[in-house]
């Protein structure tokens, strides 16, 4: 058997730092299973001579990537998937290049079978774009959250949406509890004024804090919710609250010490410090706004690592400035990468502190990579060999139909 293999980099503007790479292995006896439940869904259309096309969209890692190999989620290092994609007889294009009409993403994701993409440099899937992409099956997020996707489109155009469930969960939960803690003690102004030169106690402990004492809750108690709350019991706050369409077991409760909160309105009243853990989608989008941020506590701290389209951003930061919120922080942000003047960037509280927001980064630790990029990979496997034996909990949309609540409360 004979394998041709070509290796090519597309011409792209010198002001796009991205890059593409296409590698394609023919394979001569490609077999395939049809699956005895595939109805409704589209099927493989590879042919004998060259198998399904893989489009890979990620963030550019320069040389990061070629200090740490293991920076699986970059253009250089492709999650790990290249030799085995070329094992496979598939192609892949790998691209930075995600925004304008004439982007690789677009002119590449057209005849595409699969699309792979990031939350952390998404490629953002329209209904215009689907339509366009008459090839595509399949749309995997290399981590979790799916928000990128116009959900409703791909149902229409029976593409399955899948995620790495749980991949980053873990990750995420640890970056929630610095962030609260950055707030709270006030370390970001303490940090700048030593890095400068100088020395004044009194300037940054005027806004430093305990978290002992104070009550927190989280919207919606999901797999990151819940790690969150877990995590903050042995620092002995006063009260964990959650609110969430869905209640925890009583012995979950009782062994989290944790609280369910029947309104939104309600919970973020007694909070000090609120922590935004739900999916974004169009019951969530915007919904920290002026309205609802009027109805926190007075000088209350908000940390988002969910989406950054769950604010308005506009309204946090005016919050921030007004006093209405002592902090803001996270990692989340809209769009992504967030352009220069995000008024996120920039924002601060009266005494010039107040804003723990970094790139969007909590998900995709080194730990987390290996374990997204594992996933990827079975998810990639179970499509391209027609078994289609995916993890339920990894699935989105499927077979023209929601297959999880998580986005608005499906029934």
Known sequence: MVFAQSLSRLARPTSVPSFVRVVSRYNATPTFRAHPNC???RTLTATSQMQGKVLLVLYDGGVHAEQEPQLLGTTENELGIRKWIEEQGHTLVTTSDKEGENSTFDKELVDAEVIITT???????????LAKAKKLKLAVTAGIGSDHVDLNAANKHNITVAEVTGSNVVSVAEHVVMTILTLVRNFVPAHEQVARGDWNVAEVAKNEYDLEGKVVG?????????????????????????????ALSPEKEKEIGCRRVETLEEMLGQ??????????????????????????KKGSWLVNTARGAIVVKEDVAEALKNGQLRGYGGDVWF??????????RYAQNAWGGGNAMVPHMSGTSIDAQKRYAAGTKAILD???????????????????????????QRK
Do not use: W
């Open 39 to 41: 109805t409704g869904i």
């Open 119 to 129: 939350p952390f440099h998404p490629g953002y899937l329209t209904e215009e774009r």
């Open 218 to 246: 989280t919207v919606a108690v999901g797999r990151i919710g819940e790690r969150v709350l877990r995590r903050l019991k042995p620092f002995d706050c006063k009260e964990l609250l959650y609110f969430d369409y869905q």
């Open 271 to 296: 909070c000090d410090v609120v922590t935004i853990n739900c999916p974004l989608h169009e019951k969530t989008r915007g919904l920290f706004n002026k309205e609802l941020l009027s109805k926190m």
């Open 335 to 344: 769009p992504q990468p967030a352009p220069k003047d995000h008024p996120l």
């Open 382 to 408: 179970s499509y391209f060999s027609g078994r289609l034996d995916y993890r339920p909990e990894d699935l989105i949309v499927h077979a023209g139909d929601y297959a999880t609540k998580a986005y608005g």
